[in-house]
């Protein structure tokens, strides 16, 4: 650091050091020449140096400084080319006459508190809606597959096969629809598995099924239209309708999935609905046959279109996967939507839209506006993973774990939980409800006393909009038997205290 | 494939395959049991197979259709989880009677052909903006750094560091706001090379700089809000403008940058300038130092926000580079746009964006609502190659081959282009501009003739917007000495048989 000199105090340079009241700092990780610019140009900015002001010899001011004078020219030109100084080293340099209004001194970012800045009323609309968090990988944390049983090292083979010498066209790919082997492998997957109707051109690769839910809002919606939502539902969607000026209208669900005739009296005129048929979330059930037709028939007769969410139809217990709705539908009302999070890992951010033929290519102009294209990077080991079949093979593997992992789940409530808590049957994805069996007692009250025990539960109650229906979710498919026993039986302590 | 079996018509599986008119095909990609679910599915929803219908016996269906019993009750067995069917295998089986209305016959993907549906008007309004296309990789396409020169096998392996075993926490990781050691890397380089003042905490990683200005604009701008826009200037913003309902006020550039003057006049209530300072793009001039304070000030006064757009600002081959107006700011009314586009590679997709402190939550409420968080695959890795030096080195050799292809290009110019096309000076960046000095020779004219030869030009008028500016954009530092020199030639070669 250097010290204030009093022997120097009528030469400029002292003047120019007492104006920055600040030295250079050797051990400081910003290099000195940075630091002397960034003092200079503040002086400046502040008029703590005025215009016209001589700077001293870049010798002189290297020697008082304690820096070496390669240090001080290259400051110095740096701030001669930005036009803070004028002049030319050797001959004289002088602080320039700034035009424009010169602003305030820019302080370090640190001390920087400028008054709250608006926002739009999009973004206050977005920021006041209530996402439930997760705990991921504790138990029991919803949303979360079994990442210790995916293959990473094949998954790392085949990244490596794409990128260590990578094809030439891979690396400017810019495809706003995503990797065409991708979109190929997609719609086989799903025509195979989940009875759909899809071409790779219907197919659009996202940035996670979020940024597909964003991506249909808005090339959909006009701002103010009203959009049926699941009551409960996926908060999640809520944030896209509030970011895209649309107007979320909560409908029931019962047993056989949202009530068709209750969204037709509730918002007759609504032009989208947006539903989870494979597996309601959260509250898990699967909508009948007769609803799904009626809800096609709504969406025909309206003028809508269905926004179909198939988060996680990939693990079911009990029955077959129903099919999908995109595959019923033959009017081109349905948009689904898909994510790779549950089937890979949730940090890929992979996801799809299978959009009806004549809406593709407005979506993929508004794709492009927004996010240009989907990354590269896993596109093709991605479109590999599943043409090879081990995509297939690790979802059949998954599929066992979670059975048995569900089995556990039943079985450690049966014997720990009688009278406290019971579980809904289980039918598909990587999450049980259980309803609370103790008057009285709320799940939010349960959470919270979990919570404290190192659990991590989800209350029901957090997804309802309208009604706030009572039960804990919990997220079973990523515990192991012997932590999920380990925790129900844990689980069963706090509540019995609870209840006494 | 079946064929029709006449000795069998009174019976009732030769009903089902006659009102299927349809047979199973062994040679097709769709499992078998697959083509007979669809083919009864859709008997059921067209009607033609009636409800109450009693289907025949498994064993009878197998054989009259060449096919397995296990094929056949797999496609039951669905149909009656589905609600199709109604009975017990072995006990008759019946087609359900369906509530709701039954629509029309779904027919195969490739035979829908429906009314054109709507779309929203923001999507409509994106698709009316003509994007000028690059074709990536062949000379003069624009906006592709030299691709040869990337270190993929470094990248490679940090990817498969970060890949085969990863860390527990990458797979679920879920920041809104980015990998952390990521906006460390950046924030560190920004303030090192761009001196701006940035915490890691004002970082937020975007799926490219396209994300990060969609984002932006919608955080920041209420529907229908002017925003001034570079005239010429990157017609990619105007899209993102569309999509949020947003309303451009095309501003003039001249040699200092985008006139604040001008912007003033013509929109002073605007809420947010887009520039891009370090090099214009698409005219590549240099926002003068005056010009930067004078728009700082506006924004203090108007009470709006600069969106800064520092594209390709690594590369500069004369002076040094100046500094963000990010770092000039002391108000924190600028909101800085940065990509790794140019400097790794285009199809990586990741931007970043560096907000005001106090702006950090909006964005990351807003960001969570449209893609959740940005992929973990490519971050961990990205940033290693920051820390380790790779990346600093990297722009390094660049920098050194862009200089070097720029004086070939430049000599290559004055050598077989005088009288026709004249570059402007080449500060920075990707692209040469060249003005066109044959009277009556439009540069689309020319961009068209060139390309008829395999050149790929851009014209500079299809990026204005109130004027349309003449002159030829140029592509230089993907392609190679050799290819700049023949093509070059070549290039004068079209441009005389046009002069004739």
């Known amino acids: 650091m250097r010290s204030a000199n009093p022997t120097k105090l009528k030469e400029p340079i002292a003047e120019v050091g007492g104006l920055l009241a600040v030295g250079l700092d050797p051990a400081a990780a910003e290099p000195l020449q940075r630091q002397l610019y960034n003092q200079?140009?503040?002086?400046?900015?502040?008029?703590?140096?005025?215009?016209?002001?001589?700077?001293?010899?870049?010798?002189?001011?290297?020697?008082?400084?304690?820096?070496?004078?390669?240090?001080?020219?290259?400051?110095?030109?740096?701030?001669?080319?930005?036009?803070?100084?004028?002049?030319?080293?050797?001959?004289?340099?002088?602080?320039?006459?700034?035009?424009?209004?010169?602003?305030?001194?820019?302080?370090?970012?640190?001390?920087?508190?400028?008054?709250?800045?608006?926002?739009?009323?999009?973004?206050?609309?977005?920021?006041?809606?209530?996402?439930?968090?997760?705990?991921?990988?504790?138990?029991?944390?919803?949303?979360?597959?079994?990442?210790?049983?995916?293959?990473?090292?094949?998954?790392?083979?085949?990244?490596?096969?794409?990128?260590?010498?990578?094809?030439p066209d891979l690396m400017t790919a810019r495809d706003p629809a995503g990797y065409l082997p991708l979109r190929r492998a997609i719609a086989a997957y799903l025509n195979a598995f989940r009875a759909t109707r899809t071409t790779p051109d219907q197919v659009i690769v996202t940035a996670g099924a979020q940024a597909g839910l964003d991506l249909a809002v808005r090339v959909m919606l006009e701002p103010g239209e009203p959009v049926w939502i699941e009551d409960p539902g996926y908060a999640g969607f809520r944030a896209v309708l509030a970011a895209a000026?649309?107007?979320?209208?909560?409908?029931?669900?019962?047993?056989?999935?949202?009530?068709?005739?209750?969204?037709?009296?509730?918002?007759?005129?609504?032009?989208?609905?947006?539903?989870?048929?494979?597996?309601?979330?959260?509250?898990?059930?699967?909508?009948?046959?007769?609803?799904?037709?009626?809800?096609?028939?709504?969406?025909?007769?309206?003028?809508?279109?269905?926004?179909?969410?198939?988060?996680?139809?990939?693990?079911?217990?009990?029955?077959?996967?129903?099919?999908?709705?995109?595959?019923?539908?033959?009017?081109?009302?349905?948009?689904?939507?898909?994510?790779?999070?549950?089937?890979?890992?949730?940090?890929?951010?992979?996801?799809?839209?299978?959009?009806?033929?004549?809406?593709?290519?407005?979506?993929?102009?508004?794709?492009?506006?927004?996010?240009?294209?989907?990354?590269?990077?896993?596109?093709?080991?991605?479109?590999?993973?599943?043409?090879?079949?081990?995509?297939?093979?690790?979802?059949?593997?998954?599929?066992?774990?979670?059975?048995?992992?569900?089995?556990?789940?039943e079985a450690a409530f049966a014997r720990h939980l009688p009278g406290m808590l019971a579980l809904r049957p289980i039918q598909a994805g990587l999450h049980a409800v259980a309803d609370i069996l103790i008057p009285g007692l709320s799940d939010t009250a349960i959470v919270e006393a979990a919570l404290a025990r190192g659990i991590v539960l989800t209350p029901l109650s957090s997804y309802g909009i309208t009604r706030r229906a009572q039960g804990i979710l919990l997220g079973f498919a990523g515990v192991d038997e012997k932590a999920i026993m380990r925790t129900v039986k844990l689980l069963a302590e706090v509540i019995a205290g609870m209840r006494r």
Chains 1, 2 share one sequence.
């Open 40 to 167: 200079l140009r503040d002086a400046v900015l502040s008029g703590r140096l005025p215009a016209r002001f001589r700077l001293p010899p870049t010798r002189v001011l290297a020697a008082d400084l304690g820096v070496s004078r390669n240090t001080v020219l290259a400051a110095i030109e740096q701030l001669t080319a930005e036009g803070y100084i004028e002049g030319r080293v050797g001959a004289g340099t002088y602080v320039a006459t700034l035009s424009g209004d010169v602003p305030a001194a820019a302080p370090p970012a640190a001390t920087v508190t400028p008054a709250r800045h608006r926002m739009s009323r999009r973004a206050a609309a977005v920021a006041a809606i209530d996402r439930p968090t997760t705990r991921p990988r504790k138990p029991f944390g919803i949303g979360i597959p079994d990442l210790d049983g995916f293959p990473f090292e094949v998954w790392s083979r085949l990244m490596a096969k794409h990128w260590r010498h990578p094809q």
């Open 245 to 409: 000026d649309a107007t979320a209208v909560p409908v029931p669900v019962d047993a056989e999935g949202l009530s068709v005739e209750a969204g037709k009296r509730l918002a007759p005129e609504a032009r989208l609905a947006f539903v989870s048929p494979s597996h309601q979330f959260p509250l898990g059930v699967t909508m009948s046959l007769g609803r799904r037709l009626e809800l096609i028939d709504w969406a025909a007769q309206a003028d809508a279109f269905i926004l179909e969410d198939d988060y996680d139809s990939e693990y079911r217990y009990e029955g077959r996967p129903l099919a999908a709705l995109q595959g019923l539908d033959g009017g081109g009302r349905v948009i689904y939507v898909g994510s790779f999070s549950k089937v890979m890992f949730p940090a890929l951010r992979i996801g799809y839209l299978v959009v009806p033929a004549d809406l593709v290519d407005p979506f993929l102009r508004v794709r492009a506006a927004i996010d240009d294209h989907p990354s590269i990077i896993a596109q093709p080991a991605l479109a590999d993973f599943i043409d090879g079949g081990q995509f297939a093979a690790h979802i059949r593997r998954s599929r066992k774990r979670y059975a048995t992992r569900k089995g556990v789940l």
